[in-house]
């Protein structure tokens, strides 16, 4: 059974930087996807983030320049590095795994295509 447990959210104010980290379990190899996706009061899930094993990268158009997503193969492990936060960026980080070609064949932004989820970390972005 696959499990994804998050860390590193908190408050932090406008311009400032969170460092997120999600660890994987339960996957028989690498070869799966991790993303983040986030949820706004009020809103519905947007994905964030992805990645592949092999490195490749999604973003949303929200935050391309602002955060990168990487892993660590060897420690199951994903980051979601956030810089020049502000305050839309608020809400509940998750993070989410899938099989790589089991649903799709390529890295995606979308939600229904990952089937691991965390429970989310809280991001909030105040002055």
């Known amino acids: 059974q696959v499990q994804l447990l998050e860390s590193g959210g908190g408050s932090v104010q406008p311009g400032g930087s969170l460092r997120l980290s999600c660890a994987a379990s339960?996957?028989?190899?690498?070869?799966?996807?991790m993303a983040w996706f986030r949820q706004a009061p009020g809103k519905g899930r947007e994905g964030v983030a992805a990645?592949?094993?092999?490195?490749?990268?999604r973003y949303a158009d929200s935050v391309k320049g602002r955060f990168t997503i990487s892993r660590d193969n060897a420690q199951n492990t994903a980051y979601l590095q956030m810089d020049s936060l502000k305050p839309e960026d608020t809400g509940m980080y998750y993070c989410?795994?899938?099989?790589?070609?089991?649903?799709?064949?390529?890295?995606?932004?979308?939600?229904?295509?990952?089937?691991?989820w965390g429970q989310g970390t809280q991001v909030t972005v105040s002055s």
């Open positions: 989410a795994a899938e099989t790589e070609g089991r649903v799709v064949p390529i890295l995606t932004l979308i939600e229904p295509d990952f089937g691991s």
């Open positions: 339960g996957f028989t190899n690498n070869r799966y996807y």
């Open positions: 990645i592949d094993s092999d490195g490749d990268t």
